[in-house]
């Protein structure tokens, strides 16, 4: 099992920035996890945001953030990271850590019914 755990949501004016961290714990060391980011706004389906496979240092992004958002993981801290710059008001929404077993090198390893395991989220509001 692994449990992730959240934090650094909050009300931000466009064009701010916020870092959301994710605490993970748990699962398989001998086992390679791709870690992501989604959320869901209001009236729409959950959605991804940006993925990492840490250990081939691989990263992804939907287009939506590219160029805006940056993941990262600490290994170290064990904290999954998403630093949100330039930040719109179509970004506001519950945003979820989510985690998998293996890679996410393909598209369709990146959806969310691929991911098994996730956080309880955390709220970011983007004012204009």
């Known amino acids: 099992q692994v449990q992730l755990l959240e934090a650094g949501g909050g009300s931000v004016q466009a064009g701010g920035s916020l870092k959301l961290s994710c605490a993970v714990s748990?699962?398989?060391?001998?086992?390679?996890?791709?870690m992501g980011w989604f959320r869901r706004a209001p009236g729409k389906e959950r959605g991804g945001v940006a993925y990492?496979?840490?250990?081939?240092?691989?990263?992804a992004y939907e287009d939506s953030v590219k160029s805006r958002f940056i993941i990262s993981f600490d290994r170290v801290k064990n904290t999954l990271y998403l630093q949100m710059n330039g930040l719109k008001p179509e970004d506001t929404a519950m945003y979820y850590c989510?985690?998998?077993?293996?890679?996410?090198?393909?598209?369709?390893?990146?959806?969310?019914?691929?991911?098994?395991?996730w956080g309880q989220g955390t709220q970011v509001t983007v004012s204009s």
């Open positions: 989510a985690a998998k077993a293996g890679n996410c090198f393909n598209p369709n390893d990146r959806l969310p019914d691929q991911f098994h395991y």
């Open positions: 990492v496979y840490a250990d081939y240092r691989y990263t």
């Open positions: 748990g699962g398989d060391p001998a086992r390679s996890y791709c």
